[in-house]
């Protein structure tokens, strides 16, 4: 606590990620861009996604030097990016929010019992508390307090502990709040402190949001991958700056932000071209070996100014199959585009179709964060479906509190190859908590087991869990109901 009291407001400000770049400037007729990828503490794997964040306008670093990377976040500053997520505004900025840091004080001192000292030097910490609580305003907010961190309830007032540090199912508990709070998601997860875990719900969510990746509920644990690449980190493990970093880059990635708002916000008045892929159309969804597969598309320039000419490349499955120079775009104006290539090239299976505009990143743009964030997928040849054809317990009858596995037999009854995939069996005694199991790829007429161990054993009794295959819909089918959601029934000695 002692070196907070001790820095002055700029300092404080750059601790909790707002860079001077974020603030206006009243001689200055364009705002400043943020620098972001020139800090000289981010290991060569980690830049480009902190610099895609910064992009955002979500986390800008401590300096024009240093990102902070390994430095430990607090739980103020997670709130400072909540706040952001929601009103896609740096509020943090004096030149939006006008009044006076007494307004948010004095509220909070009725609030909370651990309000930090009313300041010079925690004027960011105090609209950080006020924005993220549910405090009551009994005046017109332009920006109200939106409850998505509340702090610890106890005896009297409720303890906010804006410097202590967070962990994992914290943090996304205020992400989640954030993301719901835009309207980006349609349905707020159950998060009840009388539940356990209290969090399930919300973290299985984020799992199928693909705001994160793997979740293992039974290790208590989330797998970090590139380019954090921390393995599975426990719940608990409480998160430095590129941390934090890694899971908004997540959500970028997966559309749980409000893309459009927060370039509205961070590219504004910024006089450049902003390039990406609008609606995308095959002309045949499921052509033969011997058809011509024909692609249609435009491709928006979202920014004010014209783009000049550059190349578009041609993905399928990652891989490029041609590039082509295309003409240059007026600012808000659209060019459409036809693409088309032999099946035969690609063969039979499902593929997945990318037009990007300026694959290398040539044209100076907005942002380069939205260039190859739109795809289509398409089957060449028969189309698969997958049915669950079979799911037994091994033993048949488990004994209570013994191990036992649960086998799911899959196969592809179509014409033609499927994906890999996943299962989702529900492996708990209250069929509410489920893993996810990949479904390798599979040709026509192929099966496939997935075996699941539930290592402690149910209690004696009878259940009915439930088993869920392609839960994303993934894969292409000719038929996407048949047998995909099963309940297996079976009894614990």
Not at 66 to 73: D, P, R, S, T
Not at 75 to 80: F, G, Q, S, Y
Not at 447 to 457: L, N
């Amino acid at each position: 606590m002692k070196k907070f009291i001790s820095l002055s407001l700029a300092a404080l400000l750059l601790l909790s990620g707002l860079s001077p770049l974020s603030f206006a400037d009243e001689d200055v007729d364009e705002p400043l861009m943020f620098d972001c990828g020139r800090w000289e503490d981010v290991p060569d794997e980690s830049m480009d996604m902190l610099e895609e964040v910064c992009e955002y306008g979500l986390m800008q670093g401590l300096n024009y030097q240093e990102f902070g990377f390994g430095e430990a976040l607090n739980r103020a500053e997670v709130a400072v990016i909540g706040n952001r997520l929601i009103y896609a505004s740096d509020i943090y900025d004096f030149s939006v929010i006008e009044l006076e840091d007494n307004h948010y004080f004095e509220g909070l001192e009725d609030l909370y019992n651990d309000v930090p000292n009313n300041e010079e030097a925690y004027e960011w910490v105090h609209k950080a508390m006020f924005l993220a609580s549910d405090i009551e305003v009994n005046v017109e907010e332009e920006y109200p307090p939106n409850g998505i961190m509340t702090g610890d309830d106890g005896d009297g007032l409720t303890s906010f502990r804006p410097f202590d540090g967070v962990n994992i199912v914290e943090a996304l508990k205020v992400l989640y709040g954030a993301s719901y709070e835009s309207e980006i998601l349609n349905n707020m997860a159950v998060m009840s402190y009388d539940e356990d875990p209290w969090y399930f719900e919300m973290v299985e969510q984020f799992e199928i949001e693909e705001g994160i990746t793997t979740v293992d509920f039974d290790e208590q644990s989330v797998y970090l991958g590139d380019p954090v690449d921390l393995s599975y980190a426990p719940f608990s493990l409480e998160l430095n700056r590129e941390d934090l970093a890694y899971f908004l880059f997540m959500m970028i990635e997966s559309g749980m932000i409000d893309n459009d708002k927060i370039d509205d916000h961070v590219f504004g008045g910024y006089i450049k071209p902003d390039l990406y892929v609008g609606e995308i159309s095959i002309y045949d969804e499921n052509p033969t070996l011997e058809d011509e597969v024909v692609f249609t598309g435009v491709i928006v320039n979202g920014g004010p100014e014209e783009s000049g000419q550059f190349y578009m490349d041609f993905l399928f499955d990652d891989e490029s199959y041609g590039s082509r120079l295309m003409g240059s775009i007026g600012p808000y104006e659209e060019l459409e585009f036809e693409y088309s290539m032999d099946a035969s090239v690609l063969g039979e299976g499902q593929f997945e179709f990318t037009p990007v505009p300026d694959f290398d990143d040539e044209l100076d743009e907005q942002s380069d964060h939205n260039n190859d964030d739109n795809s289509l997928s398409f089957v060449v040849g028969g189309l698969a479906d997958l049915e669950i054809m079979q799911v037994d317990t091994f033993p048949e009858s488990p004994e209570a509190g013994e191990a036992f596995e649960i086998h799911v037999i899959v196969a592809n009854l179509g014409l033609g190859a499927a994906l890999e995939t996943n299962v989702l069996v529900y492996n708990n005694e209250e069929n509410n908590r489920g893993r996810y199991f990949t479904l390798p790829a599979l040709f026509a007429s192929e099966e496939t087991t997935v075996v699941v161990e539930i290592e402690d054993g149910f209690s004696a009794g009878t259940y009915a869990n439930d088993v869920i295959l392609d839960p994303s819909n993934k894969v292409i089918e000719r038929d996407e109901e048949t047998d995909h959601e099963v309940v297996m029934e079976f009894t614990v000695q």
